[in-house]
């Protein structure tokens, strides 16, 4: 029985203890209530806007409001509003056009919310004075007057919307000129006394730049000149080995003249069998004095095998140079075979220039 009281007890000190219940705050409320929205109004008259607002939290009155427009931008707020939350403002400084006019409301907490509607202003109507107008006269029947901008009314073929054969001397369309400049480029055809190479290219006239396409773009008689946009190096290739000489480049549309190698791999410009196809053995400098005839930046030798004889009585050998590796186009022994001579063992050789490459 005591439990029993003391559990009792304990449920009354849990309900009574100190707890506080957090309250959310939510965005107020705005609408626009008049005028209706999409209505039409004369340019100049006031118009008032009624509204609604109110929050959870905040009296009405409190609320931060802001009336704008998208074509006026902001307004100063100078409306009134109520106890209830109802909002009344006018104005007459909005602009002819379709206006999308908006009332955002903010609270202390700064949640905001907003509400829109359209507008528009408009001029006001004018009477129409009915004017008594002459009968106008097609004389060549093709649909237009003279005063309709018919400017050569005895020919049909002749009116505003005809169109304008070019370099004929005729302004067939009435625009005032004759069709000279048919690609627009602001330059006239080279027929009719202009500077125009092509008339019907707007990107070839005089400073255009020169590209890479087989035209004369920039009409100063040379096609695909030197330096021309999408132009590629091409080097010079004076003995046609297909090798361009190393900085001997220009950018060039294509292959021209003596700059025709697409490389620039040749050591000697001059010299048609020094390049780097080269695979023989020279027995003779270069022009300049230099033995790299396959210009790969190195002087091979053609061999740095060494001759020898061995002793009585097997007398074997090996095949190379007899007396020391001689320099390129230097003149040597070469050993190619060893003979008995009674119980020695002697070299057989020949003179052989060193080649090298």
Request: proline content about 3%; some cysteine.
């Amino acid at each position: 029985m005591r439990s029993f009281h003391l559990c009792i007890v304990a449920m009354i000190l849990s309900c009574s203890s100190d707890k506080s219940l957090a309250i959310r705050n939510v965005r107020p409320t705005v609408v626009i209530h008049s005028p209706p929205n999409g209505s039409e109004h004369i340019a100049d008259e006031t118009i008032e806007f009624v509204a609604q607002v109110g929050d959870d939290q905040d009296p009405s009155d409190t609320l931060i409001r802001s009336w704008s427009s998208d074509l006026d931008g902001g307004f100063a707020d100078t409306s009134v509003v109520d106890e209830g939350g109802s909002v009344l403002w006018a104005t007459s400084q909005l602009t002819l056009g379709t206006h999308t006019i908006s009332l955002q409301v903010v609270d202390s907490e700064g949640l905001a919310a907003s509400h829109s509607i359209n507008v528009s202003i408009v001029l006001p109507e004018e009477e129409e004075e009915e004017e008594e107008e002459e009968e106008e006269v097609d004389l060549d029947n093709d649909g237009f007057t003279v005063e309709d901008g018919d400017c050569d009314d005895t020919d049909a073929e002749v009116h505003p919307y005809a169109e304008d054969y070019p370099y004929d001397g005729i302004d067939q369309d009435c625009d005032g000129t004759d069709l000279t400049d048919q690609d627009g480029d602001g330059h006239d055809a080279m027929v009719v006394g202009g500077d125009d190479c092509n008339d019907l290219d707007e990107s070839s006239h005089p400073g255009a730049n020169e590209v890479c396409d087989g035209e004369d773009t920039d009409c100063d008689g040379t096609v695909d000149e030197e330096d021309a946009e999408y132009c590629d190096s091409w080097w010079l290739d004076a003995d046609d080995d297909g090798f361009g000489a190393e900085g001997e480049d220009k950018c060039l549309c294509g292959p021209s003249g003596d700059y025709t190698a697409d490389n620039d791999d040749d050591c000697d410009d001059e010299n048609a069998e020094a390049n780097p196809d080269f695979a023989g053995w020279a027995t003779t400098a270069m022009d300049g004095g230099g033995w790299d005839w396959d210009c790969n930046g190195t002087n091979e030798l053609e061999t740095t095998d060494l001759g020898t004889c061995g002793d009585w009585p097997s007398c074997g050998g090996t095949v190379g140079w007899r007396d020391g590796i001689p320099a390129c186009g230097e003149t040597a022994a070469w050993q190619f075979d060893c003979s008995m001579d009674g119980v020695s063992c002697r070299d057989v050789s020949e003179a052989r220039i060193m080649g090298c490459r």
